[in-house]
């Protein structure tokens, strides 16, 4: 069984659309986070989430809209998509104990394109 | 200027050779993770370290909190071991360093 998975692998989309990505823990951990991998590789945290409640958010445009229906899950829903958001989005999850951050599990990756 | 610096960025080594990533980092930190991506893009969490040295299977992670510095070491590398090796500390949120690119040529 997967241990993190998120949907789509791949998401090819027009400049202007709204579009989500999924991410779902079997792991029974606390903390859910969104992670934006660019061109050079180079990867910056987006949002993290406790027992669904938001505890990092960094400065992404409000574009970006996080949801966690449950602490298993953390939806990331991208309205008005432009050309710059292109990049690879990792989900992640750890379990977390106060302030001590845990091993962090990565899915596989979601590569979004916008033309 | 970043938060974590990594050194080299790129690294070509033959196969059996030691090799040795380096992190340093400027702020204040509870744990430093050493990552690693795959070529086909995934990532995998090698190591979670707060203080002194931990080993699995061939590779090595050593921290100096004092000197806000990491090492992540590579015995007897293998063409296997070629991936991008990522070093993200935390704190009260998450830096990540540039990474580096390995080669291990047979």
């Known amino acids: 069984d997967t241990a993190v998975s998120q949907t789509p692998k791949y998401l090819v989309t027009q400049m202007g659309n709204d579009k989500s990505i999924k991410c779902e823990q079997n792991?029974?951990?606390?903390?859910m986070y969104w992670y934006k991998q660019d061109s050079k590789k180079f990867l910056k945290i987006m949002f993290s989430?406790?027992?669904?409640?938001?505890?990092i958010n960094e400065t992404v445009p409000n574009r970006f809209s996080p949801k966690s229906p449950d602490k298993a899950h953390l939806n990331l829903h991208i309205n008005s998509l432009e050309l710059g958001d292109s990049a690879v989005y990792f989900c992640?999850?750890?379990?977390?104990?106060?302030?001590?951050?845990?091993?962090?599990?990565f899915g596989s990756g979601t590569q979004l394109s916008v033309l | 200027k970043n938060e974590v610096e990594q050194s080299p960025q790129n690294l070509t080594a033959q196969e059996g050779e030691f090799i040795t990533i380096n992190c340093s980092y400027s702020?204040?930190?509870?744990?430093l993770h050493w990552l690693q991506q795959h070529p086909g893009g995934g990532i995998v969490s090698l190591f979670m370290?707060?203080?002194g040295k931990k080993k699995h299977g061939r590779l090595i992670a050593t921290i100096n909190i004092q000197e806000k510095h990491s090492s992540l070491h590579i015995t007897a590398s293998h063409p296997r071991d070629s991936a991008v090796y990522i070093c993200?500390?935390?704190?009260?949120?998450?830096?990540f360093g540039t990474g580096t690119s390995l080669t291990v040529i047979p």
């Open positions: 992640a999850s750890s379990q977390d104990h106060g302030s001590t951050w845990e091993k962090l599990f």
């Open positions: 792991l029974g951990h606390d903390t």
């Open positions: 989430y406790n027992n669904k409640e938001l505890i």
């Open positions: 702020v204040g930190i509870s744990a």
């Open positions: 370290l707060s203080s």
């Open positions: 993200a500390v935390a704190g009260n949120q998450f830096y």
